[in-house]
C-alpha cells in the first residue's frame, strides 16, 4: 500500500486515494473534489495517472468516418449536421460500399486499432436498404481486413436493427449520453429523448455488442453535471466513454459558446478516470484543435485513449504524428 505522509496535498485527493487501493470513489467524495481549486489540480491529476497506470495502462486509438453526412432532423445544439442548423459543411446521402472500404484500408494502413462508420439522423428503427448496405460493407471490412475491430454508430436502434448489428459482428457501437441525463433536453435536444438513447444502450447490451457511451462537455452544462453523467454511464456499465470537448461551429446553437479552459477539461478527464479506474476513456474532439499545448497533461489526466485523424465535422491531427505522440506519453 502506498505510504499515506503526503504533506500539503489537500484532504479530499488524500481521501480519493482509496481508489488505488481497489475501493470505489463514492459520489459525494466526487463532488466534493469538483471543488479542487487550481493550485491542487496537478494533485488529482497525479492521482488519476497512477489509476490509469494500474488499473487501465493500455492505450486505445480508433478512427471514424462519417458515411452519412447533414440533413440530420434532431436539433442537438452542437452539431453541425442538424438540418435546423445551417453550418457550413460537406453534406451527403449514405457513401457507396466500397467507399466505406477505402476508409478502412486507410485505418489499416495507420494500424489504428478500431474504424468505426459514423451516420448523421436519429437513427435506424428497421432494416432499410441503407441499413443493410452498411452491414454488407462491415462485412467487406472484415473479410479484407480482419485485423481491424469495426465499430457503428448510426443512432438510436430497434431490437432488429441492433441484433443485425450484431450478426455483422461489430466490436463496439457508439451513443453518447452527451450531459447529465437530467438536462439533455435543455442542453442538447428536444427533438428526441435522452431515454430513448439509453434504450439502445440496453438493447445493445443484451445482443452481446460492447458499448461506447460518452458525452460533450463546454456546452453550458457544470463539473456537477458532470460528475452525474460519469455515475450514469457506471450505472450502464458502457465499455468505453469518449469525452468530447466542444468545438463551437458557426451557425450552430452553440456558435458563441466561450470555450473551456484546459484546467477544467483536465479536472474532468481526472474525476472520470476515479470514478471509472478500469474503463476505456478515449479523449475525443478538441483534443488537437481547442486543447492544443496542453493536450499532453490531458492525455496524463486520466485518458488512455483518443480519437485520430479527425472527426465527423472538423479536421484533426495525422495519425501518423499521434503514433509518435503516443510513443512519447507511454513513458509516464
Ligand atoms: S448529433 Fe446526431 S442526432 Fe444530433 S443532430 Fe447531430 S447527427 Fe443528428
Known sequence: MET???????????????VLEGKPLSRTLAQRLVLVDSGQLLDLVSLANKVRNKFSP????????????????????????????????????????SAILAAAEKASSNQVRSFGIVTSGFGYDRITREFRSITRAIHLIHDRYPELAVCASLGVLSPETAGALAKAGISHYNINLQVNPARYAK??????????????????????????????????????????????????????????????????????????????????????????????????????????DFQGLL?????????????LTTRGREAAEDQAFLTALSGF
Open 299 to 311: 492525455m496524463l489526466a486520466g485518458a488512455n485513449g483518443f480519437l485520430t485523424g479527425g472527426y
Open 4 to 18: 499515506r505522509v503526503r504533506t500539503g496535498i489537500h484532504p479530499d485527493i488524500m481521501e480519493a486515494y482509496c
Open 58 to 97: 493500455a492505450a486505445y486509438t480508433c478512427t471514424i468516418f462519417n458515411a452519412k453526412s447533414g440533413v440530420c432532423s434532431e436539433d442537438c445544439r452542437f452539431c453541425a449536421q442538424s438540418s435546423h442548423h445551417a453550418a457550413p459543411i460537406e453534406v451527403y446521402p449514405l457513401v457507396s460500399e
Open 187 to 292: 442542453l442538447i435536444s428536444t427533438t428526441h429523448t435522452v431515454e430513448a438513447r439509453i434504450e439502445t444502450i440496453a438493447l445493445l447490451q443484451e445482443c452481446g455488442i460492447k458499448t461506447c457511451v460518452g458525452g460533450i462537455i463546454g456546452v453550458g452544462e457544470n463539473m456537477s453535471d458532470r460528475v452525474e453523467l460519469a455515475y450514469v454511464l457506471k450505472d450502464l456499465d458502457v465499455d468505453v466513454i469518449p469525452i468530447n470537448v466542444l468545438i463551437p461551429i458557426a451557425n450552430t446553437a452553440l456558435a458563441s459558446q466561450p470555450p473551456i479552459p484546459a484546467a477544467e477539461v483536465a479536472k474532468t478527464f481526472a474525476l472520470f478516470r476515479l470514478i471509472h479506474p478500469g474503463k476505456v476513456i478515449k479523449f475525443a474532439a478538441g483534443r488537437e484543435t481547442l486543447m492544443k
